[in-house]
């Protein structure tokens, strides 16, 4: 499993925005599909977001919609996860990885899974959302 490094997570209050990153060194990311995925207290990792390696395509959970946006700079080899309209229920440890297959929710989830079964998670960032 390709090791990425995640950044970007915090404190905010309900209806905040945070801007999360994830990056690799020495690794080109444009070469895969990556997805971001977050696990909650007591609960399984889910997919929140994904982007294709190549062109604009991208998916995202319905609980996301409308308030996060991916994205990638090819330039910078990261991919972003812009979160706005935070919510107590965002409140998780946020994950990126690359995708076993190409962008979609159900690649994401098939990638959630074999993750978990390797224990391949990287360290993740934590987003805290206050009420």
């Known amino acids: 499993q390709l090791q990425l490094v995640e950044s970007g997570g915090g404190l905010v209050q309900s209806g905040g925005s945070l801007r999360l990153s994830c990056t690799s060194s020495g690794l080109t990311l444009d070469s895969y599909a990556i997805g971001w995925f977050r696990q909650a207290p007591g609960k399984e990792h889910e997919g929140v977001s994904c982007i294709g390696s190549a062109g604009p395509s991208t998916a995202y959970a319905e609980s996301v919609k409308g308030r996060f946006t991916i994205s990638r700079d090819n330039a910078k080899n990261t991919v972003y996860l812009q979160t706005d309209s935070l919510q107590p229920e965002d409140t998780a440890v946020y994950y990126c990885?690359?995708?076993?297959?190409?962008?979609?929710?159900?690649?994401?989830?098939?990638?959630?899974?074999?993750?978990?079964?390797?224990?391949?998670w990287g360290q993740g960032t934590q987003v805290t959302v206050s009420s």
């Open positions: 990885a690359a995708l076993y297959g190409p962008c979609s929710i159900e690649v994401m989830t098939t990638t959630a899974r074999i993750l978990t079964e390797v224990n391949s």
